[in-house]
């Protein structure tokens, strides 16, 4: 039994951006116009969130009743969107929710589509933190990543941030680049701390299905090269104060990300928007839904009005443990068991067999299985994240 429903967060997808990065799988859709190429659907797309709100509610009534923590504006790119737009979305979204008075409200922004009278206007929408996909500092890596931005703008940006009053910033930076070295791989960081962010999400480059970089690989660096890198950089933001409070997060004090911290603890989040994925419960029952992918089609939902959700299905019993885990276990710090039995409904006794399994195999650690108690991946637990999930895939 879910004795009560999990912190509820807002996710809003914003798909379009100038152009599609090769290592990138996000749902992200250049946008072209036969009247103007930089003119997107505003509010056309804000009519379709609308009305895409009005179904979830509908279906969802309760989820107006629980106040908001967290808020994330995604994409694409979403500071391709004015200031009015994202006031007149967060406006729609106050009417039917009431945020909690410390709500975390982020958008993502890409350097090479900063201007400053926007960041003001993000700011005074309400917005009050920023994540910045820099990616690298370095020319020659930008480019070959198909970033729309150099080195200069990366910098100019946090700038901007910071004079429109922003003072909650998170960067993102990679590493493991195509052809980099561990120097230039430290390099990026130490720049990074130049700046002082509040968050830094410091992620090594993956090769992904559906993306160029998956079709055509690039020479990228060895295990032993990323080994050194994750090691070197690990002590960096160690040393300039940062928390390692996740595999790719790190923050200084009490500026962990709110929003991801709820998908990582397994909350409630609506996704709203082309593509966007929600987790609800409701009445003791798990749901996910995914919004139509394709902006055209989310978008012609509109006229005539018809269905937003291209997939709703509840999580049955027998998912729950590795839903819950596949996100749990991502915390460095571990997880309280009662978290798994308040959100799922399922007694930590169906899962006593999988728990002790993955110890034994020095996966994850703990010192009881009562629920008051963390369970929390090792750092062989770490390294083979893939192989622990796995584990509570089994039978229960």
């Known amino acids: ?21 090769p290592y990138c799988d996000f749902n992200s859709h250049v946008y072209k116009s036969e009247q103007n190429q930089n003119e997107l659907p505003e509010k056309e797309y804000i009519q379709a969130l609308t009305l895409d709100l009005k179904e979830s509610l509908a279906l969802y009534p309760t989820l107006s009743q629980r106040p908001v923590h967290s808020i994330f504006f995604g994409g694409g790119t979403p500071s391709l969107f004015l200031g009015q737009a994202i006031a007149s979305i967060l406006s729609m979204l106050s009417k039917n929710f009431n945020f909690t008075a410390d709500c975390e409200i982020t958008l993502e922004a ?11 206007a993000y700011r005074q929408a309400g917005v009050n933190r920023l994540s910045l996909g820099i990616q690298s500092f370095n020319a ?10 150099d080195s200069q703008e990366a910098q100019q940006a946090i700038g901007i941030a910071r004079e429109a009053g922003f003072d909650n910033i998170n960067l993102d930076i990679m590493y493991g680049l195509v052809e980099q070295t561990l120097e230039e791989a430290i390099e990026d960081l130490t720049l990074a701390f130049s700046y002082a962010p509040e968050h830094l999400s410091w992620y090594h480059l993956t090769l992904e299905p559906n993306t160029l970089f998956y079709k055509q690989r690039p020479p990228i660096p060895g295990d032993q090269l990323i080994h050194l890198m994750e090691q ?13 409070y996740e595999i790719s997060a790190y923050a200084q004090s009490n500026k962990q990300s709110k929003h991801n911290l709820n998908y990582w603890q397994f909350g409630d989040y609506l996704g709203l928007g082309a ?44 998912d729950k443990p590795l839903e819950f885990m596949m996100n749990a276990l991502r915390l460095i710090d571990g997880i309280e068991l009662n978290r798994f039995a308040e959100t799922t409904g399922i007694s930590i006794a169906h899962i006593e067999k999988n728990l002790i399994k993955a110890k034994s195999l020095n996966l994850i650690s703990f010192d009881s299985l009562t629920l008051n108690h963390k369970i929390k991946p090792t750092e062989k637990g770490l390294l083979f994240l893939n ?7 089994e039978p229960l």
Request: hydrophobic residues 30%; contains cysteine.
């Open 232 to 244: 070197q950089g690990y002590e960096l933001l160690k040393h300039h104060g940062y928390h390692r």
């Open 387 to 393: 192989n622990l999930v796995n584990i509570f895939s």
């Open 275 to 318: 593509g966007a994925h929600s987790k609800i419960t409701e009445q003791n029952l798990l749901h996910r839904l995914i919004k139509h992918k394709h902006p055209k089609t989310y978008l012609d939902c509109c006229q005539p009005p018809t269905s937003f959700i291209q997939e709703n299905k509840p999580i049955l019993d027998q």
């Open 140 to 149: 020659m890596h930008l480019k070959k990543l198909g970033r729309i931005h």
């Open 110 to 120: 890409n350097p090479g589509t900063v201007e400053r009278k926007h960041f003001t």
């Open 1 to 21: 039994m879910i004795t009560a429903p999990p912190y509820l967060s807002l996710y809003i997808h914003l798909p379009w951006c100038v152009k599609k990065c």
